[in-house]
């Protein structure tokens, strides 16, 4: 059975650590909460206990035959605090260790994730980042908050992450996968841009944002600070990422190149339109008494990604592309992929056969990942998260 220990600090969002609680137990995890002192505010040790059918201790000083402080970490397959206040990640990043809780982050020889939750200028502050840069530098796993509703009137970036999300989240770190991403800062795009003709139609494509999504969640599993630019994706972001929202292909570039700045890794897994109108029309294009047809020109959009591998330094970042091909008389999918990847000058191009509509909606994927260094990676029918690990797993070699 899974040992997790469940870590509450002393923050308002105290009351929703209950419900991740539930989740774990109710799916067969065994968990042991330690709460602060502080955080017994705002839950009490009787609801812990009732919900985890385990004792609760605050202290080093209560059972001390048992050497809870040493123990605790020891046996535990992953330790997460939610939520983790501002004092709680400073504590942790300088190493002290006044009460259970922060002697328990101090033994753990098991992954350690914090899910961060105060409010916005108290997340940005320049402490807090930097005591999160360095919690994430040694390996931890620490969740970007989510923006919404936070105490008060106030609204801002620094809410928990949905409770159901962390737990995702958690699982994914529980099945082991090397934090070879820590301390990395990647960045991903996702789903399709759209190029608006007039106020109400548009030039769009199929992409639903799944497969980045899945990338930027297995990220987070592996330890990085991720960053997605999600073009007109209706999914629910995976917690602890940085969202930001565009629409148009020319939004995605600016925000794209924005994050790109001193990023380890990019992987361009959006699909931008390749043209756009050239004259976007302020009222709705009507049908004509004579029956016309309006004619509609169109111009090329700029490439993202060769403007990527053009704007970079040296060797970073890495940058990844994606190729949606399907086969013609003039060449199969692979020759054409060759062909984009040359031309394209990326390190690494995944190709996915989109004949007959696959990949496009569904929740499994099939690629081939080809790199500009000759390697072929054949990754064959399964969930969209085998393959984003199958993409990292690539990345992470030539980041090293």
Same mark, same amino acid.
């Given at each position: ?52 059918g385990k004792p609760v201790q605050v202290g080093v000083f209560e059972h001390v035959d048992e050497v809870a ?43 350690v994730m914090f899910a961060p939750a105060m409010h916005t200028e108290m997340w940005e502050n320049s402490a ?78 199929? #992409?639903? !944002? ?8 297995? =990220? %987070?599993?592996? +330890? *990085?600070?991720?960053? /997605? &630019?999600?073009a007109n994706v209706e999914l629910p972001a995976p917690a602890g990422v940085d969202v930001v929202r565009v ?107 989109? #004949?007959? !509509? ?8 099939? =690629? %081939?990942?080809? +790199? *500009?260094?000759?390697? /072929? &990676? ?23």
């Amino acid at each position: 059975m899974t040992e997790v220990v469940l870590g509450v600090a002393g923050g308002i969002a105290s009351y929703k650590a209950a419900e991740l609680l539930r989740l774990f137990t109710e799916s067969g995890h065994s968990v042991r909460v330690v709460p602060t002192e502080s955080s017994l505010n705002f839950v009490g040790t009787a609801t812990w206990e009732a919900l985890s059918g385990k004792p609760v201790q605050v202290g080093v000083f209560e059972h001390v035959d048992e050497v809870a402080h040493v123990r605790i970490g020891r046996s535990a397959d992953l330790v997460l605090v939610a939520p983790a206040t501002a004092n709680l990640l400073a504590k942790a990043a300088h190493g002290l260790a006044d009460d259970l809780l922060t002697n328990t982050l101090l033994t753990a020889t098991c992954p350690v994730m914090f899910a961060p939750a105060m409010h916005t200028e108290m997340w940005e502050n320049s402490a807090t980042q930097a005591n999160v840069a360095t919690l994430r530098s040694r390996g931890h796993v620490v969740l970007e908050p989510a923006v919404g509703r936070l105490t008060g009137a106030d609204t801002g970036k620094g809410r928990l992450p949905d409770p159901a999300d962390i737990f995702r989240a958690a699982l994914d770190v529980l099945e082991g996968r090397p934090l070879d991403l820590a301390g990395r800062h990647v960045v991903v795009s996702a789903g399709g841009t759209r190029e608006f003709l007039d106020p109400v139609r548009f030039l769009g494509n199929r #992409s639903s !944002g799944r497969q980045g999504f899945a990338l930027a969640a297995a =990220a %987070v599993a592996r +330890g *990085a600070r991720v960053t /997605v &630019v999600a073009a007109n994706v209706e999914l629910p972001a995976p917690a602890g990422v940085d969202v930001v929202r565009v629409v148009s292909t020319e939004q995605l570039r600016q925000q794209v190149l924005l994050a790109a700045e001193g990023a380890d890794a990019v992987v361009m897994a959006a699909a931008p339109a390749d043209f756009r109108p050239a004259q976007f029309v302020d009222a709705k294009i009507k049908k004509t008494p004579d029956g016309a047809t309006p004619e509609i020109r169109l111009v090329e959009n700029p490439d993202i990604l060769v403007e990527l591998v053009g704007a970079r330094a040296g060797a970073a970042p890495v940058i990844v592309g994606f190729a949606a091909e399907t086969g013609d008389a003039t060449a199969t999918v692979i020759e054409h992929a060759r062909a984009k990847l040359a031309r394209k000058g990326c390190d690494l191009l995944v190709v996915n056969d989109v #004949s007959d !509509g696959k990949a496009f909606g569904r929740d499994d994927n099939e =690629a %081939v990942l080809l +790199g *500009a260094d000759g390697s /072929v &990676v054949e990754v064959p029918l399964g969930p969209k998260t085998a393959l984003a690990h199958a993409v990292w797993d690539a990345v992470v070699q030539r980041l090293d």
